[in-house]
């Protein structure tokens, strides 16, 4: 059996591929290739007028890439709407890996000192492979996800991978289209360069779009 490297999964992403775990109590880890393929087209991201509104309020504090292992733990933690997960102890170990070469990110949010929320993902090129997100207090994983969509936006990059589709998502604009057409896009993305997260990130790029679009016209 071929070891599982951090290496191995870059090349894994690059062609498509991504690695779940069947539960968290078991060692193995299988690769997935689906058809159709969900994503989260940047161009088009909405976001609900009622979580708008909670972000211009500022209650939640967010950083990038300062609690990652916080971040996935939460992910990975049983509750009764996560009554399963596909984090095992092997997936942390290797995206802690991946963190550390500076691949793998993670956003935090923040309230009262706590972490409440967050979400995690690999970024190559100008391609970023979300990965799992979780919430303590309401709505604090959206706000995470409104966050990096608008550092994505920001840094130009131009696939934003959510693996599958899902009510939650779907709230955000998340479509599924085949995995052909997935493989051509993220072709194109890997070979651009970008960086994450943007140096000084702007809520603006998805809160007021219309004034970038104005700019660049």
């Avoid at 062609?15 to 539960?23: L, T």
Wanted: hydrophobic share 40%; net charge positive.
């Amino acid at each position: 059996m071929t070891k599982i490297t951090p290496e191995l999964l870059i090349e894994a992403y690059k062609i498509g591929v991504f690695p779940m775990a069947k539960s968290q109590s078991d060692p193995t880890i299988e690769f997935f290739d689906p058809d159709p393929r969900g994503i989260i087209p940047l161009e088009t991201f909405h976001i609900p007028r009622s979580l708008r509104k909670l972000i211009r309020k500022g209650i939640f504090k967010v950083t990038y890439n300062t609690a990652f292992q916080n971040v996935i733990q939460g992910c990975s933690q049983l509750s009764r709407n996560r009554p399963t997960t596909w984090i095992n102890h092997e997936i942390k170990t290797l995206y802690q890996q991946l963190f550390e070469k500076g691949y793998c990110h993670s956003i935090e949010i923040w309230h009262d000192r706590n972490i409440v929320g967050g979400l995690y993902g690999v970024s190559i090129g100008a391609a970023f492979f979300g990965e799992s997100m979780f919430s303590l207090k309401s709505n604090a994983s959206k706000v995470a996800l409104v966050h990096l969509v608008a550092s994505l936006k920001q840094e130009e990059f131009v696939l934003l991978d959510s693996q599958f589709t899902n009510e939650h998502l779907v709230q955000f604009g998340a479509i599924n289209i085949s995995r052909a057409d997935y493989k051509k896009r993220l072709s194109l993305a890997i070979n651009l360069k970008t960086t994450f997260p943007a140096r000084t990130p702007d809520l603006n790029y998805v809160l007021e779009p219309e004034h970038f679009k104005t700019q660049t016209s």
